[in-house]
C-alpha cells in the first residue's frame, strides 16, 4: 500500500520568500510522484511530477521539487514566493505502470503575506 | 475546451435523495477516475473505470454509491439516499488509454450538499 505524508496543515510565508512544501511517501515499489495545486472552488492542475531519470524535476509557475529516494522525500520549493501562488498544495503517489490509481496527501495551504 | 467536464457544480439534495453527478473526460480519454474530497481532508480514491469496465472499486462505499462508465456518454456516479455524510466536494479525473506518467487531469468538481 502507498501513503503520503504532508506534515502540518497551513504555511505562511512573505512575499518573495522561499517557498518550502513537504511530503514523504511511503511504497513498496518505485512510485511516481506529483504536486497538484488547488484554487479555491476549482479542480486540481499539475504543478509537475517525477518518473524516472533526473531526480529534480521543474514545474509550471516556478516549482521544482527534488525526489530523494534516501529520504522517501519530494518537498516542492520555489524561490520567490508570489501573492497568487496562495492556494492549496497537494503531493500524490502511485505505482510505476499505465493507469494506476493516485494515493493523495491531505494538502497544504500556502498563505502568502504581502 | 477540450477539459474534464462535470455537471452540476453545485447540487442540493435533501437527506435520502438520490445524486447524480456526471462526468465527461478529455478528448480521448477512455479512463475516468472519481475521487472524493471531505472538509480539511486530502482526495479520496473512489473508483477506476474505463468504457463499460469497473476496473478497481476499492475506494467506493459498500452501500449507496455506484458508477458507470458507459460505452456512449458521460460517466455517472450515483448517491443513492444520501446523508449529511456525503456533502462533499466530487472530483471526476481523465486520461489517455497510454501514458507512461500516469498523469490524470481533473475536472472542477461537483459539490454535494446533502441538507
Known amino acids: 500500500a502507498q501513503s503520503v505524508t504532508q506534515l502540518g496543515s497551513h504555511v505562511s510565508v512573505s512575499e518573495g520568500a522561499l517557498v518550502l512544501l513537504r511530503c514523504n511517501y511511503s511504497?513498496?515499489?518505485?512510485?511516481?510522484l506529483f504536486w497538484y495545486v488547488q484554487y479555491p472552488n476549482q479542480g486540481l492542475q499539475l504543478l509537475l511530477k517525477?518518473?524516472?531519470?533526473?531526480?529534480l524535476v521543474k514545474g509550471i509557475n516556478g516549482f521544482e521539487a527534488e525526489f530523494k529516494k534516501s529520504e522517501t522525500s519530494f518537498h516542492l520549493t520555489k524561490p520567490s514566493a508570489h501573492m497568487s501562488d496562495a492556494a492549496e498544495y497537494f503531493c500524490?503517489?502511485?505505482?510505476?505502470?499505465?493507469?494506476?490509481?493516485?494515493?493523495f496527501g491531505k494538502g497544504i495551504t500556502l498563505s502568502v503575506r504581502p | 475546451n477540450a477539459g474534464v467536464m462535470q455537471n452540476p457544480r453545485h447540487l442540493v439534495r435533501r437527506r435520502g435523495q438520490e445524486a447524480r453527478l456526471r462526468c465527461s473526460p478529455m478528448?480521448?480519454?477512455?479512463?475516468v477516475y472519481w475521487y472524493r474530497q471531505l472538509p480539511e481532508e486530502g482526495l479520496k480514491f473512489m473508483v477506476y473505470?474505463?468504457?463499460?469496465?469497473?476496473?478497481?472499486e476499492s475506494g467506493m462505499p459498500k452501500e449507496r454509491f455506484s458508477a458507470e462508465f458507459p460505452k456512449e456518454g458521460p460517466s455517472i456516479l450515483r448517491i443513492q439516499q444520501v446523508v449529511r455524510g456525503d456533502s462533499a466536494a466530487y472530483f471526476c479525473?481523465?486520461?489517455?488509454?497510454?501514458?507512461?506518467?500516469?498523469?490524470?487531469?481533473f475536472g472542477e468538481g461537483s459539490w454535494l450538499t446533502v441538507v
Open positions: 479525473a481523465s486520461s489517455p488509454q497510454t501514458d507512461s506518467g500516469n498523469t490524470i487531469y
Open positions: 511504497s513498496s515499489v518505485p512510485p511516481y
Open positions: 517525477y518518473t524516472t531519470g533526473a531526480t
Open positions: 500524490a503517489v502511485s505505482e510505476k505502470g499505465a493507469n494506476s490509481k493516485l494515493t
Open positions: 478528448k480521448g480519454h477512455s479512463h
Open positions: 473505470l474505463q468504457k463499460e469496465n469497473i476496473i478497481d
